[in-house]
């Protein structure tokens, strides 16, 4: 049954989260300093507050107290101080996280719409030179360092044509209440008499790091589809099919193209938590305001309650995605059905 292997997932995505909560918790002892500033974020606590804190936090207690005693502050989204600002982490993360969903998100997108359309070519002319130069672009798009990358398209088409900005989600110039934290929806939330200019403003800020952040998922998926495409044109169905007669056409879009993606659809997931990483390296260059550069900030303030609260939410939030990447991938594949029901 399939709700055997969605049961299966449901306690594997408890036991990770199990995991990574006991990875958070045993920061705020491996960090150095109090073990009591590193969890609350109270650099000074006075004399009527410490025995509250340390009741609190079960601090005399011993560490399965003090586990469970986390589990429940995490839960009511208690996650501490920021040792910065004195601001709650949850309310600085809820902050930071959209911008980086959102570049994640529209990174991935370009990543898909290029590199599956440009990896069925390379497939489909596998022996043109067209095919050639596709394979060719993408190793040399794989092997590009994103710094170096990022640095080289901000001196072409920021300092040099001048076509896009620097840094930043938009313009100072408009002000756009947050409603959603995701710079696109809010503009078109915002009821504002210049939403098209600042629309436009966005897109121009947005299109840079997006299209560097996507460069390396895109070479991915072009060999992956690619290699997907080759290999189910190998199959027997598809020699089948074009024994009996089919335009090559409708043997690519009917039977070739819908079972090539469905292994292209797993590697999203498997690209998402690239995007992730790599979005830390592109946020610090163009200083787009996500959890990235916040989370490279308090790694060099040394704001242990940040780097707790930041790497719980990006690791579960990678592990999520490919979980659930996963599911969709059984639940659209019945080979995949029949070997999780085995």
Known sequence: MIWHYLIRRLFLLSFVFFALTCFAFSL???????????????QQPDDELLPILVQ??????????????????????????SLASQQPVLHELMQVFPATLELVAYALLISFVLGVPLGLLAAIKVNHWSGRAISTIALLGYSLPIFWWA?????????GLGWFPTSGRISVLYEIPVVTGFMLPD???????YWQAAMQDAIRHLWLPAFVLATYPTTVMIRFTRDAMLNV??????KTA????????????????????????????????TLVTLAMISELIFSWPGIGLWLLDSISQRNYPAIQGGLLVISSLVILVNILMDILHTLLNPLARKQANG
């Not at 469970?68 to 208690?78: S, Y």
């Open 28 to 42: 705020g002892h491996l960090f150095p300093g109090d073990a009591l500033v590193n969890f609350s974020g109270i």
């Open 56 to 81: 609190q936090y079960q601090l005399d207690n011993g560490y399965l107290q003090q586990y469970i005693a986390f589990l429940q502050r995490i839960l009511q989204g208690d996650w501490g101080l």
């Open 242 to 273: 074009r024994a009996k007669g089919l335009r090559r056409s409708q043997v690519l879009y009917r039977h070739a193209l819908r079972n090539a993606m469905l292994p292209v659809l797993r590697q999203l997931g498997l690209q998402f938590s």
């Open 151 to 159: 640095l080289l398209m901000i001196m072409l088409f920021s300092i």
């Open 233 to 238: 044109w190998q199959q027997s169905y598809i």
């Open 187 to 193: 503009i078109l939330l915002s009821g504002q008499t």
